[in-house]
């Protein structure tokens, strides 16, 4: 079956541009997280969302990171005014979460942004 | 605060030459904990989760095991195919918390 799909691939923009990344999630699946892939670091949570709302948005680096759900499917996060330590790869995962349950998360391909 | 911490950072073994990557964890309590390979320009790729000290599981040439402080991914006979990053991460138990914690990884070079 389809798995997590990102778009776009690549984003090259300017310093202080907004910039839009889109996730779909696997079908089904109830629970979406972003994270993001500094080059040569591991992985920092950002956001997770249990269908539609987002009960934990710790990870947020600040007010210029925002997201969003709807339909429990598509997931758009935005950059707002980016900076260059925003130059990352954006991973979405998925999983099929139901309370007291433990599914593993599915990532996408990612979309890597490049600020210049 | 939850660590995760993987060692070493990066391995170089010959083709059939077996060996392990270790995975140490610091976590108030573990809901489960998670292994993914990494390819270059491509998202973790799901391998095994583990719940509790003891347990274990193994695809093809892998085998990861876990104790109360560690995980081991275990590589028996590896082939250049399975040359990738390999990422360890935990999920901690309690409240509305599910994200995972990662490590930094172990890149694997397996040589022809």
């Known amino acids: 079956g389809a798995g997590v799909s990102q778009s776009p691939s690549n984003k090259v923009t300017e310093k202080g541009k907004d910039v839009e990344l889109r996730c779909d999630p696997i079908?089904?699946?109830?629970?979406l997280y972003w994270y993001r892939q500094r080059l040569g670091q591991g992985l920092e949570f950002l956001i997770y969302?249990?269908?539609?709302?987002?009960?934990?948005k710790s990870g947020l680096p600040s007010d210029r990171f925002s997201a969003e759900r709807t339909g429990e499917s598509v997931s758009t996060l935005t950059i707002q005014r980016t900076q260059q330590e925003d130059s990352a790869v954006y991973l979405c995962?998925?999983?099929?979460?139901?309370?007291?349950?433990?599914?593993?998360?599915?990532f996408g391909p990612g979309t890597r942004l490049t600020v210049t | 605060e939850d660590q995760v911490t993987q060692s070493p950072e990066a391995l170089r073994l010959q083709e059939g030459e077996s060996s392990s990557l270790n995975c140490s964890y610091t976590v108030s309590g573990l809901r489960g904990l998670f292994w993914y390979r990494q390819d270059p320009g491509k998202g973790p790729e799901f391998l095994f989760t583990l719940y509790s000290a003891g347990e274990e599981k193994e695809k093809e040439r892998l085998k990861a095991t876990l104790t109360k402080k560690e995980s081991f991914l275990h590589i028996t006979a590896p082939k250049p195919e399975d040359s990738a990053t390999y990422l360890c991460?935990?999920?901690?138990?309690?409240?509305?918390?599910?994200?995972?914690?990662f490590g930094s990884g172990t890149q694997l070079t397996v040589l022809p």
């Open positions: 991460a935990v999920q901690v138990a309690g409240g509305s918390a599910r994200q995972l914690t």
């Open positions: 079908s089904g699946h109830t629970a």
């Open positions: 995962a998925s999983s099929g979460y139901t309370s007291g349950s433990n599914y593993e998360q599915y």
């Open positions: 969302f249990q269908g539609n709302s987002a009960p934990d």
